[in-house]
């Protein structure tokens, strides 16, 4: 069995890399030959946690995976990381497993990578500026993701921490290398944003429709339960509204379900599936379209789909 950790799957993967795979997952899902059963979630609420099991097999790919992701927003207070994540592949034809790797890393690149592809398909061509929201590890792929799909000039950071985008904005300079700024307020952070990304732990909205430019994209991958949002409902109602899976999206997607229970909003305005954008069954941004959103909760074929990539990379 193959032992990797976090520093050798990172010295394995590219961005570009990533998001290719991400989108290769998204195109064979539309197949309907994926094997992709619900995520199963233990909450701990004794310590504020929840643990999550996502198994998923691609035929085409012949990929086999499963994922044990725990998510613990207290984590930071104690010095450890929100979201700490592990991968166990299987060899589809025997059942044996072939590796067992940590996945932190590689969750935080394939739900970057999402958004790039997400952004691929509905942020406006031109776009040069960003706005990230979370200075943590999440907001650093994503920011990553979107300037790899874009030809991004600049990027402002907001976060309830200052030391944190200072940080973030030191380092993201660094690598992307183009100006990553600091800002004190989301509103500031938006005013000239084409791309707003929100990558946050916040269970109450972190972005109002008002600060956004009239043509933009914005992509929502932070809130992860039923009654937590990072959208106002403004910013949903307005908007070209595409998702990442539909039953994952049913189960926990606050920005979508706390707008339908106000009553503002039905299903039918979700526009569309992610894998329906990436193999043109409908449409991504048209030139008459003005607030673009996408909402993610993570699915298994990420995580299959890159870990599999690791190991291509690897010969084995």
Partial sequence: MLFLSDNDVAKLLTMEEVIEAVEGAFHEYASGNVVMPARSTIMVPKYNGSISFMPSYLPESNAQATKIISIYPDNPEKGLPTTVAWIVVNDPETGM?????????????????????????????DAKTVA???????????TWAACTVRDIEKVYVYDLFLEARKRFAE????????????VESGEEACKDADIVLTATTSPKP??????????????AIGAFYPDWRELDTATVAES????DDEEGIRLEAGDILIPIEEGVVTWDHVHAELKELVTGAKEGR???????????????????????????????
């Fill in 97 to 125: 497993i072939k590796a067992f790797m940590d996945a932190t890393y590689l969750t935080a690149m394939r739900t970057g990578a999402i958004t790039g592809v997400a952004a691929k398909y509905l942020a406006p061509e």
């Fill in 132 to 142: 990230i929201f979370g200075a943590g590890v999440q907001g650093r792929t994503q």
């Fill in 171 to 182: 380092d993201m300079t660094r690598k992307l290398g183009i100006p990553v700024i600091a």
């Fill in 206 to 219: 972190v972005l109002k429709r008002e600060w956004l430019k009239e043509k933009v994209h914005v992509s």
């Fill in 240 to 243: 070209k509204f595409v998702i």
């Fill in 286 to 316: 048209t030139p008459d379209d003005t607030v673009t959103v996408f909402k993610s909760v993570g699915i298994a074929i990420q995580d299959s789909s890159v870990a599999n990539l690791v190991l291509r990379k690897l010969g084995y």
